[in-house]
């Protein structure tokens, strides 16, 4: 009897104090303290326990289902050597705890460079990827989820860069994080080819120079990207859209100077560009579309140069605090397209139209003095708001175009639309000929 | 019964199909400039752009077909005779609503379907923000209906209802929002919510406020602080409220205010 109560005893004291990840946790981290430099781990399909920290160079690839699984109390994985490279793993649950000054990450990378991170999903976790002083890194197809909805605030950023230059952040998407991603002090970074979706901000942007940002899609966020302090920065073929809100914008400009936004699509914002304080920018070559305000520049920004860009069916193209500023419509004779609001000869079809275009408004009155204007700016009573501003002398210049751009015309799709006109036509007459028939008998 | 003769009578009207045909080409408008839409989202945006246009299009237009439905009921003497046969007029009201209400929103349910047709050629099809949109159009006709058959139960003839027809339809779609416009300064934390209260009202705010959020364009999780106090409920909560408000109080309107056979 006595051996049988002991057994169940040894038995239960097995079930309980047995983990599935008490032994990967220590093998995991085992296997990196034994692997030698330069060496290459391969992980299994099964969950590993973290946190691990990786203090030389070194190459560990996962398998589809591989997990490393962080205690909820520090980072999930902490890189300080170079030339270090994760490959097809899921990271989760490392700390969201914000008394700290420690800023806590599924991946966080702590002065070392040369890093490779690659098809890696992140989740649970304060900060997705964390860059302190790591520069020359590359971060590609990586998937961070956030916790979403009303807790957007209480978690950190997708991937956030902190004093660290020249990385190449390519084929990522962040969703439901606080910030998308996040610059501070960095610069010479290339980021392209990302998708920012429901976050605060896209991208965010503080005292960084130089960096370049191509073909990223930055979508249904608080706002798109906030670019404040910084200079020598290239946004081009991006797209902006669906950012709604009283403040929302595509793009903001704060204090930034030498800004190339080029060939981005900017679509439903409240306001595609907001430029405030800024100066020399160049806007050029861009699509704004079914926003409620093209472009916004208040009358603190200068020497900006908008060219090429082509505006349809925005509440009001262009708004400004009705103070006036310097800032050029127009380069080199190339003024911008202002659309089918704006009708235009061009009788020697050089595609500038014949006449230079002013635009006025008495729209910036009522967004100045209301956050909640905003939800009147898709309304049909705003043309006849802008009549009655107009009759009673309320508004002022807010673009003059001295070489306006004419728009080719359009063709309609008759290919793949006629068949459904026709079938249309064919009900119609079918009906008819019916009710005749029923008339004659 | 009711439907039957309503369905008739309209079928072989102008009004129905003027009304269709105009939809269906203001329609081939918006799908043919959402072929450059972004790809995600692009389906959502089209579906907002198809509901701003029928924002002028079917207030106008159900206040019309339904108010002219009653009108002529009055001047045909068919009215006369449905109330003599022990039929109150409330009675005969809430059928006539039901008729009309029936006949006008299936014929749009059937054509915003074929829409759809089209619309998978130029989007990829997302079924919930289509039946969302859909919802959004049978509540916008169903408030417009019966608004129109009050005007229809409370004028005298055509030209009065014309008049006031166009009045109404430029009340709710310019002047309301006018209004709003020139009281909005004026506004402060403290009267945020009477404002709200009066700015609900208004179905084609809630309307438009509901297929927003339910198309996933516009996001309730992170509003600033008066938005906050703006918005204190779930749009479909709404949504459903102002269907009831515009639903009893115009039919009950049109119960008291009626002018049964009264025709000049």
């Keep these: 009897m006595k051996k049988v109560i002991t057994l169940f005893f040894v038995l239960m004291g097995i079930w309980i104090f047995y983990s599935p990840f008490a032994s990967a946790e220590v093998s995991l981290q085992q296997q990196i303290d034994i692997t030698p430099a ?23 690839v996962g398998s589809q289902n591989t997990v490393i699984r962080g205690d909820g109390k520090n980072n999930v994985v902490t890189i300080q050597a170079s030339n270090v490279k994760l490959e097809s793993l899921k990271i989760m649950h490392g700390s969201i705890n914000r008394n700290t000054l420690e800023e806590y990450a599924g991946i966080k990378i702590t002065h070392a460079n040369e890093n490779v991170l690659k098809n890696i999903g992140i989740s649970d976790s304060y900060h997705g990827v964390y860059l302190d002083y790591a520069n020359n890194n590359l ?19 997708g991937i956030h860069l902190n004093f660290s230059n020249h990385n190449r952040l390519f084929h990522s998407k962040i969703k439901e994080t606080r910030d998308g991603i996040y610059f501070y002090k960095s610069e010479g970074n290339k980021v392209s080819d990302n998708l920012v979706e429901k976050t605060r901000y896209g991208l965010h942007y503080m005292y960084s120079d130089g960096n370049q940002f191509y073909h990223n899609r930055f979508t249904l966020n608080s706002a798109g990207a906030a670019i404040m302090v910084s200079r020598h ?9 669906f950012h709604e809100g009283p403040k929302a914008f595509g793009i903001l400009m704060l204090e930034s100077e030498d800004v190339q936004v080029v060939n981005n699509q900017f679509f439903h914002n409240v306001r595609g560009i907001y430029i405030d304080n800024s100066f020399k920018n160049k806007v050029k070559d861009n699509k704004f579309s079914l926003n409620q305000v093209g472009i916004e520049v208040l009358s603190s920004s200068n020497n900006q140069i908008f060219t090429g860009n082509r505006f349809f069916d925005n509440t009001a193209p262009v708004i400004t605090d009705g103070v006036r500023s310097y800032n050029s419509w127009s380069d080199k004779g190339r003024g911008n397209y202002w659309g089918n609001g704006f009708p235009l000869s061009d009788l020697n079809q050089d595609g500038v139209g014949d006449f230079p275009i002013a635009y006025k408004s008495s729209l910036y009155k009522l967004l100045n003095e209301h956050e909640l204007a905003y939800l009147f700016m898709k309304s049909p009573a705003i043309s006849l708001y802008e009549k009655l501003g107009q009759l009673m002398n309320g508004q002022d210049i807010m673009f003059e175009d001295a070489y306006p751009l004419v728009e080719q015309k359009t063709s309609f799709p008759w290919t793949w639309m006629s068949p459904f006109i026709l079938a249309i036509g064919a009900c119609y007459l079918l009906i008819r000929r019916r009710r005749k028939v029923k008339c004659t008998y | 019964m009711y439907i039957l003769k309503e369905w008739k009578e ?43 246009m029928n924002l002028y299009l079917i207030p106008l237009l159900s206040l019309f077909i339904s108010s002219l439905s009653i009108v002529s009921e009055k001047e045909q003497k068919t009215l006369m005779i449905f109330l003599t046969k022990k039929e109150s007029y409330r009675s005969f009201l809430l059928r006539k609503s039901i008729a009309v209400q029936t006949v006008l929103i299936g014929i749009f349910i059937v054509w915003n379907f074929v829409l759809a047709l089209p619309m998978k050629f130029i989007q990829p099809f997302h079924l919930k923000s289509f039946l969302a949109y859909l919802l959004a159009i049978v509540v916008l006709l169903f408030i417009f209906n019966q608004i129109g058959i009050f005007l229809g139960s409370f004028c005298k003839n055509r030209l009065q209802l014309t008049g006031i027809v166009i009045f109404s339809w430029f009340g709710f779609l310019y002047l309301l929002d006018l209004v709003f416009l020139y009281l909005l300064p004026s506004e402060t934390k403290n009267t945020i919510e009477f404002f709200s209260a009066f700015y609900f009202l208004d179905p084609l705010h809630t309307i438009y406020f509901y297929l927003e959020n339910a198309l996933g364009l516009l996001s309730l999780d ?11 409920m779930s749009p479909t909560y709404y949504l459903f409220i ?14 008291w205010f009626n002018r049964k056979g009264e025709v000049e």
């Design chain 1, 139 to 157: 971060i590609e197809n990586i998937k961070v989820t956030g916790l979403g909805g009303n807790k957007i605030g209480e978690q950190g950023n």
């Design chain 1, 233 to 241: 920065i290239q946004l081009k073929d991006n797209e902006f859209s």
């Design chain 2, 222 to 232: 992170h509003l600033s602080k008066i938005v906050q106090q703006m918005v204190w």
């Design chain 2, 242 to 255: 102002i269907l009831l408000i515009w639903t009893v109080i115009p039919f009950e309107l049109a119960v």
């Design chain 1, 38 to 60: 330069n060496g290459i781990i391969h992980l299994d399909n099964k969950v590993y326990s973290g946190n691990i920290v990786i203090k030389k160079p070194l190459t560990i």
């Design chain 2, 10 to 52: 309209e079928s072989r009207g102008v009004g129905i199909w003027i009304a269709l045909a105009i939809s269906c080409v203001a329609s081939m408008f918006i799908l043919v400039q959402s072929r450059s839409f972004p790809s995600e989202q692009g389906f959502e945006a089209m579906l907002l752009s198809l509901y701003e």
